[in-house]
C-alpha cells in the first residue's frame, strides 16, 4: 500500500478537530501529528506497520511522518486532532527524533482524559475567546501521551522533518519538470546521498520511486478526461519518455495503463 503525501494538511498550520461518521481516507502522511479518537462504534486504525481494531474511547497518534488511515469497522464516529509542529515545539523537542513503538492507547484514566479534552477542544471550537483553554487541553493531551506511550529510537535525522517537509512541498511543484535527485540536493544545498537517505527513511520510499508516483497518478487523472492520448498525458505529467512510463506503470500496477483503465 502506498502512502501519499498529503500537502492539503502540510500547508494549513493551524490547530484542527474534525469529526467524521463512516469516513474513510487514502493511507497518506503529513509534518504534523495526528490523533483519532473513537466516540462510537469501532474503526481499524493503521499506523506504519502497526494496526489495531479501537474500540469506543481508544485512540492511534501518528506523529510527524508516520502513515497512517483509519478504516470504519461497520458504522462509527471518529475525531481527528490535527497539531502543527509550530504550536508543540516543546513537545517536538521532548521526542527527539525517537518514534513510538506503540502508537495506540485503549482504554483506562489516559484515553478518558484525552476524549474528555478533545470534547472541550470541540465545544469552544468557533470561540475565539477560548484559545488558552483550547492551548491548554491540547498541551494535556500531549503530556498524557508523553507519560503512556513507549518511545524508541527513529531512523530520520536529527532536524531532518522540515528538511523532508520542504522538499516534498517542493517536488509536488515541480514534478512534472525535468527533476532528479542531484537537482533536489543541488536546490536545498545538501549532498545528494544525504537527502536520498533522510528522504527515505522518514518516507519509506525512495526519491524518485515517489516523483514517480506522482507523475503515474497526474497521468491516470488525466486518461480519465478521455481528451488525450497515453503517450500525451505520459510526457505532460513530467515523464521523458514513453518507454520510461510503460515501465513505471508497469513496474507500480502490474499492467499496462489500457488494463489498469479496463478494471475500473
Known amino acids: 500500500m502506498?502512502?501519499?503525501?498529503g500537502i492539503g494538511v502540510d500547508r494549513h498550520q493551524k490547530l484542527r478537530l474534525a469529526d467524521y461518521h463512516n469516513g474513510t481516507g487514502d493511507f497518506h502522511f503529513h509534518s504534523q501529528i495526528e490523533i483519532c479518537y473513537v466516540t462510537e462504534g469501532e474503526i481499524d486504525a493503521l499506523v506504519n506497520d502497526h494496526m489495531m481494531r479501537l474500540k469506543k474511547g481508544?485512540?492511534?497518534?501518528?506523529l510527524a511522518y508516520d502513515t497512517h488511515r483509519y478504516l470504519p469497522a461497520g458504522d462509527a464516529y471518529f475525531s481527528v486532532l490535527i497539531v502543527p509542529p509550530e504550536i508543540c515545539f516543546e513537545f517536538e523537542a521532548m521526542l527527539g527524533g525517537r518514534t513510538i513503538s506503540n502508537p495506540f492507547i485503549t482504554g483506562g484514566e489516559a484515553a478518558e482524559r484525552i476524549g474528555a479534552c478533545i470534547a472541550e477542544i470541540r465545544a469552544h471550537k468557533k470561540d475565539r475567546d477560548a484559545v488558552?483553554?483550547?492551548?491548554?487541553?491540547?498541551?494535556?493531551?500531549?503530556?498524557?501521551?508523553?507519560?503512556n506511550v513507549a518511545f524508541e529510537d527513529g531512523a530520520a535525522a536529527s532536524g531532518g522533518s522540515d528538511l523532508v517537509s520542504k522538499i516534498l512541498l517542493y517536488i509536488h511543484g515541480h514534478y512534472k519538470e525535468d527533476i532528479s535527485l542531484s537537482s533536489i540536493a543541488a536546490h536545498f544545498g545538501y549532498n545528494a546521498s544525504y537527502v536520498s537517505g533522510l528522504f527515505k527513511s522518514s518516507i519509506n520510499v525512495g526519491i524518485l520511486r515517489y516523483i514517480n508516483l506522482l507523475r503515474l497518478k497526474n497521468v491516470l487523472a488525466l486518461?480519465?478526461?478521455?481528451?488525450?492520448s497515453t503517450e500525451t498525458c505520459a510526457l505532460e505529467s513530467?515523464?521523458?519518455?514513453?518507454r520510461t512510463f510503460y515501465r513505471a506503470f508497469r513496474e507500480v500496477f502490474g499492467c499496462s495503463p489500457k488494463e489498469y483503465l479496463e478494471k475500473k
Not at 488558552?132 to 507519560?147: C, E, F, H
Not at 486518461?223 to 488525450?228: I, S, T
Not at 513530467?238 to 514513453?242: D, L, N, Q
Open 132 to 147: 488558552l483553554l483550547t492551548k491548554g487541553n491540547l498541551y494535556t493531551i500531549l503530556g498524557i501521551i508523553a507519560q
Open 223 to 228: 486518461l480519465k478526461e478521455k481528451e488525450y
Open 58 to 62: 481508544e485512540l492511534s497518534i501518528a
Open 2 to 5: 502506498q502512502a501519499r503525501f
Open 238 to 242: 513530467g515523464f521523458r519518455s514513453v
